[in-house]
């Protein structure tokens, strides 16, 4: 049997700590995942654990950054899935909604939480969020085929990529997902009567927003 390069059981095992880390913070929370229980859940030593990271904080980053990229290439794989025409609003409101309500954003939240009251933690996750931010509203308007140079659009599309934020910190603690499935519905058929798409001739606008209980 040939061996498997030392270099690629390396990644393999980098890579496994990495995806365990990012399910102990989503199931277990940011003070329950260690070193110590990563390592445990993963089959790998402590002492190799540290090889790779050799902090909590070296390795809660590098998931982060893991979760980043994970999330963007979903997206891009996602985005030829989505319909044209009517209907295509809400599928795309839709996958937005759904980005912030799976285990990927929530093992997020629970290092942003941590982050609000550690300073070095904070200025780790901070330029890591930023980007994400400016990538999630590029590919928003990429999917939405929005005009971004208009500023309506360029801030209703950071409007539905809060919402979507905050639908998912309702889905946290109950499932919230028939209410949800209705404020999606909602907003997307208010973003289709207040922007044209790209090409599209602008029409007098308003955004006459529902309030729902």
């Not at 989503?26 to 002492?47: I, K, M, N, P």
């Not at 982060?64 to 795309?92: C, I, K, N, S, Y």
């Not at 839709?94 to 629970?110: E, N, P």
Request: a negative charge; one cysteine or more; glycine letters at 6%.
């Amino acid at each position: 049997m040939t061996r498997e390069p030392k270099q690629d059981r390396s990644r393999v095992t980098r890579g496994h700590l990495l995806e365990v880390t990012i399910d102990c913070l989503a199931e277990l929370g940011w003070g329950a995942t260690t070193v110590s229980l990563v390592a445990q859940r993963a089959g790998v030593s402590r002492g190799a654990t540290q090889h790779h990271f050799p902090t909590r904080e070296d390795l809660i980053t590098a998931a982060l950054e893991v979760m980043f990229d994970a999330r963007m290439e979903q997206a891009r794989r996602e985005a030829t899935d989505l319909p044209t025409g009517e209907g295509r609003t809400e599928a795309v409101v839709s996958r937005l909604v759904d980005y912030y309500t799976g285990t990927l954003f929530k093992a997020a939240l629970q290092v942003w939480t941590a982050a609000a009251a550690d300073p070095e933690l904070r200025a780790r996750i901070v330029p890591l969020e930023e980007r994400f931010g400016r990538i999630a509203h590029r590919t928003a308007v990429e999917h939405f085929g929005f005009d971004d140079a208009d500023p309506v659009a360029h801030r209703l599309v950071q409007a539905t990529l809060d919402l979507a934020r905050g639908l998912g910190l309702a889905d946290v603690l109950t499932d919230d997902s028939k209410r949800r499935a209705e404020i999606v519905r909602q907003w997307a058929a208010q973003l289709d009567a207040a922007l044209p798409r790209n090409g599209e001739s602008a029409e007098p606008r308003s955004l006459d927003v529902a309030v729902l209980d």
